[in-house]
């Protein structure tokens, strides 16, 4: 597996701007649902030792 510099440097400039949109557009959706699974945990988490 190419490291990512390696990889970065093969692309073409088309593919760098493709990649760079595409890795802008996803990584604050991933952000978000990873920010969500921590509250969720946190709320869950909170549950069980009110139960408790």
Known sequence: ?????????????????RTSIQLRLSIPAAQSLLDAIRREQRRRKRQRSKAA
């Not at 597996?1 to 701007?17: C, F, H, I, V, Y």
Request: no cysteine; charged share 35%; hydrophobic share 35%.
């Open 1 to 17: 597996m190419k490291n990512t510099t390696e990889q970065a440097k093969a692309m073409t400039d088309e593919e760098l701007a």
